[in-house]
């Protein structure tokens, strides 16, 4: 390909030198929102296109398979530009379509397909599938290139059969999934069975290599290996046979890496054994036609949970580079200017990070207008926060025509924040939740709420299905088809073949005792249905029937989600009697289904957004409303003794606040439920690390306007006043204060003319209906 232009004119100087750089290594610390995506694409052309460099020798590792896909299409597209412009001197959309797919297929054979671009998982799998049955482990098992790859479900069930049934573990002591969440660990560490019983000479240590060489056994027996494998394998094997090495040294001459601060120890042995050689003396590392390029920043790593280790960038340069100060230095590039975000957001961002200390120093710097002030909203608790921001939304959405439901994110620190927010969206506003299930569709919940409709509704079979083993009595599978297919013979409910301990003995078998506990504790509660209210019910069966102890042994993260989200649960039974007047099981029950059962958004819909900060990484919106700024919440109440993990929380509220585009709202609370007990909020650290100034806490007013949402947004005091238009002029959805309720959202209006009622829902107050015409009522503008 003849190249006709300068193809890097419209790059930024930071971004040209990273992409020009040829030899050696280079560090580009890459700020958010700075353009990391095109300094790694356009560094691939420019080594094919200048240097010449083959497409196969150049290996690119990103995180995720969308951000694989995403650099491979915007290299196909920019080889097509350039074969376009050299061979019809014309751009490529301006050639008929024939001759545009002509060209896109030829450059997809010639540089796209034989470039090495994919996840660390990916990529190492496509390299044992050439040398894995060179590989032998310490234990002497070999694998065929035929392997298979367990999933996290294959593992599980592995892991848990050999704690059950091969070494006969009680596992309630050695809870199998706990027992997996170890092994995956060190195996991200590139720890052996035996490393762990040097490290961990006690009893649990032991069982914890046994349980570790068992499933290698298994593994290895099956010809298959876990995704951890993927990765540690190609490490043992390099460092096995110095041939297998020395040929993908030779291999791959330019190696690039994406988000470097979320790489492990494992993978970063891999990439170091990739560009060295296995060579240790610095010294003696030949540059020549070689490279590693790696992006990434110290301010967006937030998965420490995962074994990521940022450490890693900031030592890129003791490790690779010339160790210079940042001013001297010729082996690091700095990307600090900003494409997504307004000034004053990053000045916001700013601010909040320099009180880190492991970092790399940057700035960001805006490339786009100040833009409105920062609000930061104080709701009386966590339901009037949630009906804040929703309301806020709805009358943006309304108000500004450029704008649609997709342009509003709402991020929160744990899944179970979602919970309110779900309840104030719903009906009203289209949503989706990002990265995780609604949450009503979460397994936990699902769970729950199967124990509290088997105590209100005993013919519910599938619900005494999904929880008669639920967390493990003991009870088999073959139990379970042998009762199941007695009810059906007789043709009644399962309840009634469990709840008789005489049929029980004689279908159960050694199962019966597990059986007739089951049967106990169902039945203790439905006697206790009408002595309780549903919020105590939730409490006693989740922690009678043993779900919350199992939850809290796992001692996982996904675990103590889990937990937070059960607790969220009792919060909401909790919320629901306190604005309904019918606060028994089925009343509850009635409107949980009615929540669950809502069909699902339509493909292309446009929705709000929810989701963990976690899972926003890589995303941006024109609007966040980052929410649940308190103490002991975000950040964390693990974080709050501990330095490094309180700079975790602090990065990963940074990643929040990078994620808007045009403007960003924050929002704490005065209380908040936590496992039911209304408790007292204090206001999060990290809003007094942001300038006052930057910060305002009368919120702006919304007017209609066809300009774009920067200057659509109104810098005036919100105000109320009388209501004097006729009772007929109330809209649902209109917001009022009442002198006794506070705040309400009018939901119906009832009647017509001059006999019109309007039902108000007061938070923490419950559904009123009201007469406008003896009521002063005075309206929310």
């Known amino acids: 390909m003849t190249q006709t232009t300068d193809f890097l004119s419209h790059l930024n100087s930071s971004q040209r030198r990273a992409v020009e750089h040829y030899c050696g290594p280079l560090l580009v610390v890459a700020g958010a ?51 376009a412009l050299s061979k019809h001197g014309q751009r490529l ?32 799998s496509r390299i044992l599938r050439f040398d894995i049955n060179k590989y032998q482990d310490d234990k002497g098992h070999q694998w065929k290139r035929s392997f298979s790859i367990f999933d996290e479900s294959d593992a599980q069930s592995l892991v ?108 970063y042995d891999l990439i170091r054994l990739l560009v060295t050689n296995g060579e240790t003396r610095k010294s003696e590392w030949n540059w020549q036609n070689r490279s590693v390029f790696v992006v990434g920043d110290a301010d967006q790593s937030i998965y420490s949970f995962r074994m990521a280790d940022y450490t890693i960038l900031l030592e890129f340069q003791e490790d690779f580079g010339d160790g210079l100060p940042d001013d001297d230095t010729r082996t690091m590039v700095k990307l600090e200017e900003n494409y997504r975000s307004r000034e004053n957001i990053l000045q916001a961002a700013n ?76 009906g009203k506003v289209p949503y989706i939740i990002v990265g995780g299930l609604k949450f009503y569709d979460r397994k936990e919940i699902k769970d729950a709420l199967a124990y509290l409709r088997a105590i209100a509704n005993p013919d519910d079979t599938v619900s005494l299905l999904r929880i008669i083993n639920t ?18 013979q007789l043709g009644v409910p399962l309840w009634e073949i469990l709840s008789d301990k005489t049929s029980v003995a004689t279908l159960a078998g050694r199962s019966a005792k597990g059986v007739n506990s089951f049967a106990d504790l169902i039945t203790r509660w439905q006697e206790q249905v009408e002595n309780f209210s549903a919020a105590e019910i939730v409490k006693g069966i989740m922690e009678e029937s043993g779900y919350v102890q199992d939850l809290q042994k796992q001692g996982t993260d996904e675990a103590e989600n889990r937990l937070e989200n059960v607790s969220e649960l009792y919060n909401a039974v909790l ?80 990643v929040g606040i990078t994620r808007a585009q045009e403007q960003l709202y924050l929002s704490h609370a005065r209380e908040r439920r936590l496992y039911g007990n209304r408790e007292p909020a204090v206001r999060s650290q990290f809003l007094g690390e942001i300038p006052k100034e930057l910060i305002s806490s009368t919120l702006v007013k919304v007017k209609a306007s066809s300009e774009p949402l920067t200057s659509a947004i109104e ?49 923490g107050v419950g559904q009123k209906i009201l007469d406008p015409k003896r009521t002063i009522l005075q309206r929310v503008k």
């Open 575 to 654: 919320q629901f009697q306190e604005e309904n007047e019918d606060t028994s099981l089925g009343g509850f029950l009635a409107n949980a289904s009615l929540a669950s059962d809502l069909d699902d958004l339509k493909d292309g819909q446009k929705a709000v957004s929810l989701m963990t900060l976690h899972s926003a990484k890589g995303l941006e919106f024109p609007v966040i409303f980052l929410v649940g700024l308190e103490q002991g919440l975000f950040p964390n109440f693990r974080s709050m003794d501990d330095p490094a993990a309180l700079e975790e929380e602090r990065r990963l509220c940074y």
């Open 160 to 267: 848990k059969n050999i704690v059950t049934k091969q070494l006969n573990l009680d596992d309630k002591k050695f809870n199998p999934r706990s027992m997996r969440y170890a092994i995956s660990n060190a195996k991200n560490q590139g720890l052996t069975p035996n490393d762990i019983e040097k490290n961990q000479p006690d009893y649990k240590g032991r069982v914890l290599s046994q349980v570790y060489s068992s499933y290698q056994d298994q593994l290895a027996a099956n010809n298959a290996l876990d995704f951890d494998d993927l990765i540690l394998i190609p490490v043992r094997l390099f460092q096995q046979n110095e041939s297998v090495l020395g040929y993908w040294h030779q291999q791959f001459q330019h190696i690039l890496v994406d988000e470097y601060q979320d790489t492990n120890r494992i993978q």
């Open 93 to 124: 959309e301006l050639l008929p379509a024939e001759e545009q797919v002509q060209l896109r297929s030829r450059v997809y054979k010639t540089y796209i397909k034989p470039l090495w671009i994919g996840t660390f998982h990916s990529l190492f």
């Open 471 to 488: 967390p493990r009595r003991g009870i088999g599978q073959a139990t379970i088809d042998n009762l199941v297919g007695a009810a059906q």
């Open 715 to 763: 810098p005036k005091q919100q105000t109320t006043k009388r209501s004097t238009k006729q009772s007929a002029d109330w809209k649902v959805g209109e917001l009022l204060i009442h002198d006794s309720f506070g705040t309400g959202e009018v939901t119906h209006v009832f009647g017509s003319g001059s006999k019109i009622s309007i039902a108000v829902k007061f938070p």
């Open 351 to 426: 601010y909040l990070i320099e009180n880190n200390t492991q970092r790399i120093d940057k700035v960001l710097k805006a490339t786009r207008g100040i833009g409105e002030q920062i609000y930061c909203h104080k709701a009386d608790d966590e339901v009037a926060e949630a009906h804040f921001v929703v309301n806020q939304i709805r009358k943006m959405e309304e108000q500004n025509p450029e704008i649609d439901w997709g342009s509003f994110a709402i991020l929160y620190r744990t899944n179970a924040q979602s919970r309110p927010f779900e309840d104030a969206l719903r």
């Open 33 to 83: 929102g700075s353009g990391k995506t095109r300094a790694l694409t356009y560094r691939i052309a420019n080594l094919i296109l200048k240097h010449k460099v083959a497409p196969e020798n150049i290996l690119a590792v990103t995180f995720t398979n969308k951000a694989a896909r995403e650099m491979k299409e915007r290299i196909e597209k920019l080889f097509a530009q350039q074969l």
